[in-house]
């Protein structure tokens, strides 16, 4: 495996293996395919300044649904949208850039048609960004097993 800076990780190789990696505190995820894969993992326990990133990152109508919840709440709301988002930017091998954050658009979907999917714990959120959701294998190696919050497509708007 190799990773030039600011790119995603490769096998040496081997140009039909995608690999995306994330950590956050002491937590890592990877995620491997035959096609691109990105994903992203936030600790809970990192105090944000959460609106201020949303007015960044998000969409507008991301932004306005942030600012109507209780504090805790709009924080694990805006990890799940920033860890879609980051997936989706790693599994084009792009950096962060939110300008483009704030263009891409959620919506709920079936994991036959999604593009994204969401994890939450209550210490971690994370996403996984392929098109191959519905045949992926996930094995958690963590205390407790986080509940996904759904399926959904990302797409700039």
């Known amino acids: 495996m190799t990773a030039e ?16 990696l994330s950590h956050s505190a002491h937590y890592l995820l ?32 991301e932004h306005a ?8 709440q709009a924080q694990q709301t805006f990890l799940r949208y920033w860890t879609r988002k980051e997936a989706w930017l790693k ?15 959620y919506q709920d979907s079936t994991i036959r048609t999604a593009n994204v999917a969401s994890w939450q714990s209550n210490y971690l959120t ?13 094995d958690w190696q963590i205390p407790a097993q986080p509940i996904c919050l759904g399926y959904g497509v990302l797409k700039p708007v």
């Open 5 to 20: 800076a600011d790119q995603p990780p490769t096998v040496l190789d081997r140009n039909d293996c995608y690999l995306s």
């Open 30 to 61: 990877a995620a491997m395919g035959d096609a691109p894969v990105g994903v992203d993992i936030e600790n809970h326990g990192r105090p944000r300044p959460i609106q201020a990133m949303a007015e960044q990152v998000c969409h507008p109508e």
């Open 65 to 72: 649904h942030l600012s109507q919840l209780p504090a805790p």
């Open 91 to 105: 599994a084009r091998g792009q950096g962060l850039d939110f300008g483009l954050m704030a263009r891409l658009q």
């Open 126 to 138: 994370l996403s996984v960004f392929g098109t191959e959701l519905a045949a992926m294998d996930y």
